[in-house]
């Protein structure tokens, strides 16, 4: 079986999780200030909060906003439900605009329709690790004072007009997870990157229970807050697998190279592309029937060849949940098309020349070609 997503773990990681758990902390030690340091670095950002997940780096970064109930945020309807669900948390509608069908990211054409007097900020997906277009993002967030906080839990270690994402360069947040199979993994871990100060230090209090050091050096809780905190071995880890990121999204747009070349000219499917102005880090290799019809007898006849393949993501519209708070998804065509027809194809460091070969192989065999 090729799995579709894999962590990949080196003996540097073990080791530097091995020695901060024979130090002094195991959590609120130095090792977290360490990571974000890393991290801040590496983007090119002034600021990062390091949290225990990247649903917990969105619920934080959308505090930080402070955006409420009443208010509407515009959002893909291509990403997982986390996203959302942490919009919903803070009472926020989330508004879903339409998608490209070259990148599967939000159409930037799209996303003025749903602005309302409510509309608060935009929140673009980077699908697949590869960015929306943020400039246009950013011009219509001026235009109509609107935050942008980029979810970019695909996106670490790719660039935007040769600006690493994480940069907040066009947007005022930017989140990353680092979940077993993101670019890095903390096991469970996530990141709010900004050059805000005022956010950094709301994120930084509503971490840990917004709780605080008064003038007595006595702790203090102002606010309400919850314990987001990552934990000493899961900063270890972090930053010994920061230090592989470049490494890692080498291997990832080399997998990416391989597939384009072996699927070339298969005729009944649609492979991705990558945009100019982008370097994907290549998270997801999604491919797209060309007819719908196909969609689900090749899912089937690759799963039984012993391809580890997925589906990213059904329309967060669609599931149950969203269905009963009347959730519709009428006004996105395109992401109706794109999931009858998209199947994602194992994408991770370790698929190897032969594991593409295999899988090109079988899709060839599908379509008789
Ligand atoms: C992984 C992911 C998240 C959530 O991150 P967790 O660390 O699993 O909580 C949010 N949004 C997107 C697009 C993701 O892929």
């Known amino acids: 079986m090729i799995p579709y997503a894999r962590q990949h773990i080196s003996q540097d990681d073990i080791a530097a999780v091995a020695s901060a758990l024979r130090s002094d902390w195991l959590t609120q030690g130095p090792q977290v200030a360490v990571f974000e340091k890393a991290l801040a670095l590496y983007c090119g950002v002034k600021y990062v909060v390091a949290v225990s997940n990247g649903t917990a780096a969105l619920h934080i970064a959308y505090l930080a906003a402070g955006i409420v109930s009443g208010d509407e945020a515009i959002t893909t309807p291509n990403t997982f439900v986390a996203t959302t669900n942490m919009l919903l948390a803070v009472g926020v509608k989330p508004v879903f605009s339409d ?30 690790g590869q960015s929306c277009d943020m400039s246009a993002i950013r011009s219509i967030a001026k235009k109509h004072k609107l935050l942008v906080i980029e979810d970019a839990c695909h996106a670490l270690g790719g660039q935007y007009r040769q600006k690493k994402i994480g940069s907040c360069a066009y947007s005022d947040m930017a989140v990353f997870s680092f979940h077993a199979i993101k670019s890095i993994t903390t096991a469970e871990g996530g990141a709010v990157l900004t050059n805000n100060k005022k956010f950094y230090e709301k994120m930084l209090r509503v971490r840990s229970h917004g709780i605080h050091k008064d003038k007595s050096g006595f702790n203090v809780m102002s606010e309400f807050g919850y314990n987001y905190r990552l934990t000493e071995l899961q900063a270890a880890l972090g930053l010994s697998q920061l230090k592989q990121l470049n490494r890692f999204i080498a291997a990832r747009r080399k997998v990416a190279r391989a597939y384009q070349v072996a699927l070339e000219g298969i005729p009944g499917i649609i492979a991705p592309t990558e945009l100019d102005q982008n370097t994907s880090a290549w998270h997801l290799y999604v491919i797209r029937t060309k007819k719908a019809s196909d969609r689900l007898p090749l899912y089937r006849h690759l799963q039984q060849s012993g391809i580890g393949i997925n589906f990213h993501y059904p329309a967060v519209y669609s599931h149950p949940y969203y269905k009963k708070l009347g959730f519709k998804g009428r006004q996105c065509p395109h992401m109706e098309l794109y999931g009858k027809t998209a199947i994602t194809l194992p994408m991770h460091v370790s698929v190897s020349e032969r594991d593409i070969k295999t899988i090109a192989q079988a899709i060839k065999l599908y379509f008789n070609v």
Do not use: G, M, S, W
């Open 99 to 128: 998608i490209r069908l070259d990148t599967y990211n939000l159409n930037q054409e799209e996303i003025e329709k749903h602005i309302t007097k409510k509309t608060k900020v935009i929140v673009p997906v980077h699908f697949a």
